[in-house]
């Protein structure tokens, strides 16, 4: 503790052992005691000059320590996600006058001379801000999903295709851990996400890289995987093997784990998402063997729906059912249906039992719904018209298109040509019908100039 600008400081007693059990070390005498062990330690603190050899071990020490008392005084505030400058700011407020410690939560991995310091002490004596750079290195993980030939944070497709991950981290230095060195991938599928390349025994088969090296699975890493029967999540695990004594001079490089996974029938539609989360536990401390954890990174995949209404075009109350449609890409070309539930369809994959072309119509209330799609333009073209409307002349083009945010993948808008998709509703497109008359067929020169004279009206 401290008073303002004099540099008055008095100990407080949290910290009276940690001076009392370094007396040697910090030659504070071996009389020392909780009588007298508060200025010795102001003097001994006050008296480290030289950053590097003197006040860094310190501060490392004094840290370690603390980490490992549960009376101690302690604030923790969480640093900005996204870096300003190659820096990520912490910042702590309504501080009490003194001379604190801060370190990271979790400590260093980078052992090399571009290590930095772990722990800093600040003198805090006035009302000005104090600002103080703390540099230390520290795996980090990087996740991203295929979005076309980029790599982003978020993708769209439809339910049955494929989706590629990617994890991307860097190997650390190990110098300084003898007993080995932990580094674990982890990484959550929501349940709208299957695994792929599974096998007996919960593995399944990514590819794992440092720079252009492809690894060995069971030699360099394992990869296992477990579905929760209650969420549905997938947690996938890749561990990296012996990682200090097979990659210890790959420190620097970059390390991928790529798989994919397939977007299914469980899949989120709309605003919310198919959410996916990554981490790396790796070790922290050559000492005590313990282990820290990256923060989460998350990608987010995206499918959509729509729903068409057939309505009278002179009284759009009226809804109009058996109208029969047929789902097209934005070059004409037929899509495949499965269905889903009643009025609800979506596009076939692989060995997929088509639907019958007959049953894709509207319902009782002229409502048929697409589901299951990305992002795009289709067509959807009328087949059938009510009993006692026109068929409809030409296609109907529909467009689904959203907004991101590209530094989280969160979805912030989207909409079915102009409607806005707001919450769980279904974006409607409506679609007038108007009633005509149903000609017979009678052949020949009759028909063509009676279905003429027919149009002229």
Do not use: C
Request: charged letters at 25%; proline letters at 2%; aromatic letters at 8%.
């Amino acid at each position: 503790a401290g008073t303002a600008d004099n540099g008055g400081f008095t100990l407080n007693s949290e910290w009276n052992q940690f001076f009392i059990s370094n007396k040697t070390e910090f030659n504070l005498g071996d009389d020392t005691t909780v009588d007298n062990v508060a200025q010795r330690a102001y003097d001994y603190v006050s008296g480290l000059k030289d950053g590097k050899t003197q006040v860094v071990p310190f501060a490392k020490k004094a840290s370690d320590w603390a980490k490992t008392q549960t009376g101690l005084t302690i604030k923790t505030e969480s640093a900005a996600k996204i870096a300003v400058d190659g820096k990520y700011t912490a910042t702590f407020t309504d501080l009490a006058y003194g001379s604190y410690l801060v370190s990271p939560k979790a400590g260093s991995t980078d052992t090399s001379d571009k290590r930095g310091t772990d722990a800093i002490l600040l003198n805090v004596l006035n009302s000005t801000a104090v600002e103080q750079d703390l540099k230390s290195t520290y795996p980090t993980i990087q996740k991203t999903v295929k979005n076309g030939t980029d790599d982003k944070k978020h993708n769209s497709v439809e339910i049955g295709d494929t989706v590629d991950f990617k994890l991307a981290s860097t190997v650390p230095d190990m110098t300084e851990y003898t007993n080995g060195y932990t580094f674990k991938f982890t990484d959550t599928l929501s349940k709208g996400l299957t695994l792929n390349g599974t096998a007996e025994g919960g593995t399944f088969a990514p590819t794992v890289k440092i720079g252009d090296t492809t690894l060995t699975k069971d030699l360099d890493y394992t990869a296992t995987y477990t579905t929760d029967s209650d969420t549905g999540k997938t947690a996938l695990e890749v561990n990296m093997m012996n990682f200090k004594n097979l990659h210890q001079n790959d420190a620097g490089k970059a390390i991928t784990v790529e798989y994919s996974a397939t977007l299914n029938k469980d899949a989120e539609v709309g605003s919310t998402g198919n959410q996916n989360d990554a981490k790396i536990e790796y070790s922290n401390d050559p000492a005590s063997n313990g282990t820290g954890t990256t923060k989460e990174d998350k990608t987010y995949t995206y499918t959509f729906n729509f729903d068409i209404e057939k309505v009278n075009a002179v009284d759009h109350n009226d809804k109009l059912k058996g109208a029969q449609f047929e789902l097209q890409r934005e070059n004409g070309t037929k899509i495949n249906l499965v269905k889903v539930s009643d009025g609800v369809f979506r596009p076939a994959k692989g060995t997929e039992t088509v639907a019958d072309d007959k049953t894709v119509v509207t319902d009782n209330n002229g409502k048929l719904q697409f589901t299951g799609l990305k992002e795009g333009t289709y067509k959807v073209k009328e087949i059938k018209a009510p009993t006692g409307y026109n068929l409809l002349k030409d296609p109907i083009t529909v467009t689904i298109s959203a907004t991101y945010d590209e530094n989280t993948g969160i979805l912030e808008s989207w909409k079915v040509n102009n409607a806005n998709a707001q919450g769980t509703t279904v974006p409607v497109i409506t679609v007038e019908n108007n009633k005509g008359v149903t000609l017979p067929e009678t052949g020949g020169m009759g028909t063509v100039l009676f279905t003429v004279f027919g149009v002229a009206i």
